[in-house]
Nanobody, 126 residues
Framework: QVQLVESGGGLVQVGGSLRLSCAAS????????IGWFRQAPGKEREFVAA????????VYADSVKGRFTISRDNAKNTVDLQMNSLKPDDTAVYYC???????????????????WGQGTQVTVSS
């Protein structure tokens, strides 16, 4: 079983940057698709970005495309989310999630992921 822990959240001003990290223990992430999701108060959990196990495929939500970059370091067993040009609408709890059996057509669906971290808060102040 994989345990996922997010870090790197915090308070940042509009236009600023943060780098979130998802660290795994218990099993290698090498064969996992990893997704980042976020949930703002009163809203449903939404897809942010995902990276396939082989790193050749990355997928982004339209709302973050061009501003966020997902990457993975299999040697360190981590997946990072670099967030630039942050906006107030980016304020949410960010979760990383993982699974070995996520097909590309289902990569944006949070139900496709079995393993979840506890979340890290990102607050963008205007």
């Amino acid at each position: 079983q994989v345990q996922l822990v997010e870090s790197g959240g915090g308070l940042v001003q509009v236009g600023g940057s943060l780098r979130l990290s998802c660290a795994a223990s218990g099993r290698t992430l090498r064969d996992h698709t990893i997704g980042w999701f976020r949930q703002a108060p009163g809203k449903e959990r939404e897809f942010v970005a995902a990276i396939r196990w082989n790193s050749r495929t990355t997928v982004y939500a339209d709302s973050v495309k061009g501003r966020f970059t997902i990457s993975r370091d299999n040697a360190k067993n981590t997946v990072d989310l670099q967030m630039n040009s942050l906006k107030p609408d980016d304020t949410a709890v960010y979760y990383c999630a993982g699974d070995t059996g996520v097909i590309l057509s289902n990569i944006r669906n949070h139900a496709a992921y079995d393993y979840w971290g506890q979340g890290t808060q990102v607050t963008v102040s205007s």
